[in-house]
DNA sequence: GCGGAAGAATGAACATTGTTCAAGACTGAA
DNA sequence: TTCAGTCTTGAACAATGTTCATTCTTCCGC
């Protein structure tokens, strides 16, 4: 209780986070209450708006760490793989592909909270969360240098966005529930062969 | 909701239907207000509830409405184009990607609204809603199985579905103003080689 | 240490919503 | 006309995000 108010801000920050976090885990974003989370830290309902300007912000830092973590779940899923030739390429970027879904998967709600983010209407998102997406491009972005190495590298960002599109609406139809289930092995039999004839599709 | 309704119900239904997208197509689905839409067809705020029983189901009306709009854009697509060899398969493919690409674009809060739909947890969507999805696939199977006639016909059904849900990855990415904005005819460009390219790799 | 300014915490109050409901108004058959 | 059933109404309720005057703490210059 008496540490000094810089610090303890901070503290009271994460902790808000980490409960935004775990209600979100729980039940979506829809259950992102004012009143629960001020009640989940121990503060009364208008401190909420010390540590954090909206609860739109909360749902923003959320996202942030969720795709912090799904950049690490993608950066081990390349680093297992070798990078040398063009076949290496292709079989990271089905590692890649795979290893989104199966954070979806695993990480559903928090996933789906990162596309339902509606931001006020004209307010553009703070510098460190459009960061954090195009660090997700760039793990894709990467195989396709070693691929297609004379693309111009306009192109190549193109591609690598709508590489990364492709697999990420797959995923997304695949995991909705209300619609016929797909076992997860046949999408990723899926998935693997629309990246694979993807990159067939980028030599020529 | 099934009983046999009276004329005047009927109208006010439609009325509110109509009411419900203009408001949509205005400022999405957050600017479906009670109050507003009572007063947009001349009633009192209890009554909406006696024409639809939540304001979910109004979307869902809307939805419905928007569905089929796209179905035919779809089918106009389709027409367009003869269906006799491989190669017109994949040209119609293509066309319809686009067809999807300028429906989404023309109708943006309305299209996004098909999939801002929340039901209620645990309630399955109505049949008929569900009915006007699998029509929108079938748009797609239909090429597909010209185009790869001795594969099984869940598979066909499956690869439908893949390449439905690519494009909608590609549109959906390809419109969200909060990034990078890209030409749409560059987008229309990554569709066309996207779609070539996983109809190639059907074949093998 | 101390005293006052700056900042933080509180919870009541407000605004905006969706939804319900008791009461009145209406309609159509007898 | 009368009356039972139905429709309509708008006030009331509940849930929610956000603000604000008041009270309490903390920090810094003396």
């Given amino acids: ?52 300007t909206d609860l739109d912000e909360l749902a923003l830092r959320v996202s942030s760490r969720t ?15 070798p990078l040398e030739s063009k076949a290496d390429a292709v079989n990271r970027l089905v590692a890649i592909a795979h290893a989104y879904l199966h954070f979806a998967k695993g990480n559903l709600r928090l996933w789906r909270t990162l596309f339902e983010l509606r931001l006020a209407e004209g307010t553009a998102l703070p510098a460190w969360a459009a960061d954090d997406q195009l660090r997700l491009f760039r793990h894709v972005a ?3 240098t ?3 190495p004379d693309m111009d590298e306009a ?13 990420h609406g797959i995923v997304t139809l695949g995991l909705e529930e209300r619609l016929v289930a797909v076992p997860l092995t046949a999408l990723e039999a899926q998935i693997e062969w629309l990246v694979r004839a993807a990159c067939r ?3 020529e």
Same sequence: chains 1, 2.
């Fill in 67 to 81: 795709l912090g973590r799904l950049g690490e779940a993608l950066t081990a899923a390349s680093d297992a793989l």
């Fill in 142 to 144: 990467e195989p396709l």
């Fill in 146 to 148: 070693l691929l297609v």
């Fill in 155 to 167: 192109q190549q960002t193109l591609a690598a966005r709508t590489l990364f599109a492709a697999v």
């Fill in 1 to 52: 209780m008496n540490a000094p108010l810089s610090e303890r801000r901070q503290a009271q920050l994460a902790a808000l986070t980490d409960a935004a976090e775990r209600r979100i885990a729980e039940g979506g974003m829809a259950s992102l209450k004012a009143r629960d989370l001020a009640a989940d830290i121990g503060i009364a309902l208008g401190g909420l708006y010390n540590i954090v």
């Fill in 201 to 203: 599709g980028l030599g």
